[in-house]
């Protein structure tokens, strides 16, 4: 099973399967992506959600080293303290303005304590905004420049300046 599944289109016809699978077809299937037996505890939903992540990691790859890495010391540190800090988000300053250039028109939002305001209506979130402006689905992280695309950084052809400028009422911090 496992050189059906490398082929992209074999695994979405797996994937499409599982949920009609009993429980025992989802061990089965679990021993021969796994390599081990599932435990008794898990969930049948588990089993499905992880038959299918390992199916697509096979298929299409896993984690990126640096993201494995990363779980790797999460994991020990949660080992060895009991408890996983991760590292925090950059956080956006109330105040500061983000400026993005769309289509030919330029858009200024404003962070607050609580969102964004984006023409006086407040936003809970910046894909929100971004969903107004684009009309799409947006990671508003990823539209505003807060966020790298993994696609376009590893095009050779990437477009130089693609990053949205931020301005910032404390340029030092």
Request: charged share 25%.
């Amino acid at each position: 099973m496992s050189r059906a599944i490398q082929d992209v289109t074999a695994c979405r016809e797996a994937l499409a399967r599982l949920p009609e699978l009993d429980l025992g077809g989802l061990r089965q299937q679990w021993r021969t992506l796994y390599k081990a037996e599932a435990s008794p505890h898990l969930s049948r939903e588990l089993l499905v959600r992880a038959v299918a992540y390992r199916m697509q990691e096979v298929a299409v790859g896993g984690l990126r080293l640096p993201r494995q890495r990363q779980l790797r010391q999460i994991a020990q540190q949660f080992k060895q303290t009991g408890a996983a800090n991760t590292p925090p988000r950059p956080e956006l300053k109330p105040g500061t303005r983000l400026l993005r250039e769309w289509q030919g028109r330029t858009y200024d939002v404003l962070v607050l304590d609580d969102g964004f305001s984006w023409q006086n209506t407040r936003y809970r979130s910046l894909s929100a905004i971004a969903r107004k402006i684009t009309g799409t689905a947006w990671s508003g992280p990823l539209f505003f420049g807060l966020k790298r695309n993994r696609l376009a950084t590893r095009r050779s052809s990437q477009v130089p300046g693609a990053g949205a400028p931020i301005e910032s009422p404390d340029a030092a911090g």
